[in-house]
């Protein structure tokens, strides 16, 4: 290995015990062992000590000879945005600061030991479980001490925290007994779940009384951090308002496409769609119904030659496990999520929830059978982990309140949403009406990405917002609020779905390379910036020596 090389590699372990000295739970999703029995530090010199040590990164990395190895260059460009993110956020609104953070860490930093592991045995898993749960009482006072120090909290931070605490408590008395790895005859154990209940109970007892909070704080980044970190985190060429203007564009021309497209139904897009909607699976099949359009989405693609599917990496059907049925109502439990890269095993696990109505058949067919499995995050996931970048291995990793890296982002969501419009290319896997479905959840996606800047620029107040959602997007009213408050807390995460779903169509139509081999390599870069990658187009034929027959 050479001098470059080794220097990255070196800066891309630091990177990562720093990452884990401050964030162990995402260390846990990862795969990456020697934190499991960890909660995060959120003391008062948390913060300075997070910056120096970020601020020691930055100053290596910045003395690095640039590294030769594709991979490596691409190691060295998310270490930047990582450096870049994590140090601006640290400076413009902490997470220490955030009383959501400190739910979702402790409810995930537990639900993370519980989930399907392989590998792990049951004794390991409740020697984690007890170490982090003596932890967790710790953790929340910090984060109490924080947070009483904290000029006001948006009110529906607060909100969201105080369910999730709630929620927490309730599991720890209750469905944590209920998990294989979980015996309530271990006295260190049971011990160490009351204690953490009561922190859990006392945490949402002061979110939702003492703790300042108020429906007025701006919840907008600005333009300049906005701009940051679209450019810097997201690689993208443009900034907000470029980005704006061509989301309203496509918002508007989809909205039309819709009406006109309808016409052929004689009703309304919308009508359609309802339609669509009052087709759903019989709840007895239902895991059975997500299993055959996932397999038949692996199929339709490869058939028509879009993509290799990753049929050498499984992905199991299960029912929503009785642990996690209520627990997984209040928190941001996802029926899929990435497999740890670093402890993937040779499958992962989609929870099918058997609870109350079933989605419609089409919704299972393009959001859970191709966004998610067969051709989408399953098989997305499964190259990743063939990335020549240890960090692309690693960025789409799903943690307790999102994306581990912010600049995975337009690869993962980008990429998921693609899928949907590429199975179109497979001849008689939708339905005319899904074709507008499909369109509908373009225009959706062109809306967020409108709400998501509009917001951050402070264009929008945080109730203008959801009226949009309400009113043009026609949202649920749960949805409106859980999608709002989630984007106020993370700008700039829900515009990567539909710019990262347009640099695919550009660099696609930039390629000569036939579907499957231009999606393919696509896949093989990992989870990174879209903007950063080039794909190869077919080499040149050989030409003839002059004169030559």
């Not at 062992?33 to 008062?44: C, I, M, Q, T, V």
């Not at 679209?230 to 980005?243: K, N, S, T």
């Not at 692309?392 to 799903?398: N, P």
Request: glycine content about 6%; charged content about 20%.
């Amino acid at each position: 290995m050479n001098e470059a090389a080794s220097g990255i590699s070196a800066l891309v372990d630091a990177y990562l015990e720093l990452h884990a000295q401050f964030r162990p739970v995402d260390l846990t999703f990862m795969g990456l062992p020697g934190h499991d029995h960890r909660l995060p530090p959120a003391g008062p010199q948390v913060a300075q000590q997070e910056r120096e040590g970020l601020q020691a990164l930055r100053a290596a990395l910045d003395a690095l000879d640039p590294p030769q190895h594709a991979g490596e260059q691409l190691d060295a460009r998310l270490l930047d945005a990582q450096l870049t993110h994590a140090a601006a956020e640290l400076n413009r609104a902490s997470r220490l600061l955030n009383p959501a953070w400190y739910t979702g860490e402790a409810a995930f930093g537990v639900i993370s030991l519980l989930l399907p592991r392989p590998g792990a045995t049951p004794e390991e898993v409740r020697t984690a479980l007890t170490a982090r749960l003596n932890d967790l009482p710790r953790f929340l006072d910090e984060g109490l001490a924080q947070l009483r120090s904290a000029p006001q909290i948006p009110a529906d931070w607060s909100t969201r925290a105080a369910t999730e605490a709630a929620s927490l408590a309730g599991f720890l008395k209750q469905e944590l007994w209920l998990h294989p790895a979980a015996d309530a005859s271990d006295a260190a154990l049971s011990s160490a779940a009351e204690q953490a209940t009561q922190a859990a109970e006392a945490f949402a007892a002061e979110v939702q009384g003492p703790l300042r909070s108020s429906p007025e704080v701006s919840t907008a980044c600005g333009e300049a951090h906005l701009e940051l970190l679209m450019r810097r985190v997201h690689g993208l060429p443009f900034g907000p308002h470029e980005a704006l203007a061509q989301a309203e564009a496509a918002f508007a021309h989809l909205t039309a496409e819709l009406e006109q497209d309808a016409l052929a139904f004689g009703m309304s897009w919308q009508s359609v769609l309802a339609g669509l909607d009052a087709v759903r699976p019989d709840p007895s099949e239902l895991a059975d119904t997500y299993r055959q359009w996932h397999q038949r989405a692996l199929e339709a693609a490869d058939k028509a030659g879009l993509v290799t599917g990753a049929s050498d990496y499984g992905l199991d059907f299960r029912p929503m496990p009785d642990w996690a049925r209520q627990v997984s109502r209040d928190l941001y439990f996802l029926f899929y999520r990435s497999p740890a890269a670093a402890r993937a095993g040779e499958g992962s696990v989609y929870w099918v929830v058997e609870d109350g109505t079933p989605p419609s058949v089409s919704f299972i067919k393009l959001v859970h059978a191709v966004h998610h499995g067969s051709v989408g995050h399953h098989t997305q996931n499964a190259r990743a982990r063939q990335s020549p970048s240890r960090l692309a291995r690693l960025g789409g990793t799903d943690s307790a309140l999102g994306l581990t890296f912010l600049s995975s982002g337009t690869a993962v969501e980008g990429w998921a949403c693609y899928a949907e419009d590429l199975l179109l290319e497979a001849e008689g896997f939708y339905t005319p009406e899904e074709g507008l479905l499909l369109k509908s959840f373009e225009r959706r996606n062109a809306a967020c990405c409108i709400a998501d800047i509009k917001l951050h620029l402070g264009q929008w107040t945080l109730e203008q917002m959801r009226a949009f959602y309400r009113d043009e997007v026609g949202f649920p009213e749960a949805r409106v609020w859980a999608e709002s408050t989630r984007n106020s807390m993370l700008p700039a995460t829900r515009l990567m779905y539909w710019l990262g779903t347009q640099q695919i169509r550009r660099l696609r139509a930039a390629s000569a390379l036939p579907p499957r081999e231009f999606h393919d390599q696509l896949l093989a870069h990992g989870h990174a910036p879209l903007h950063w990658l080039s794909v190869p187009q077919p080499a040149a034929p050989l030409q003839s020596p002059s004169g030559a027959s």
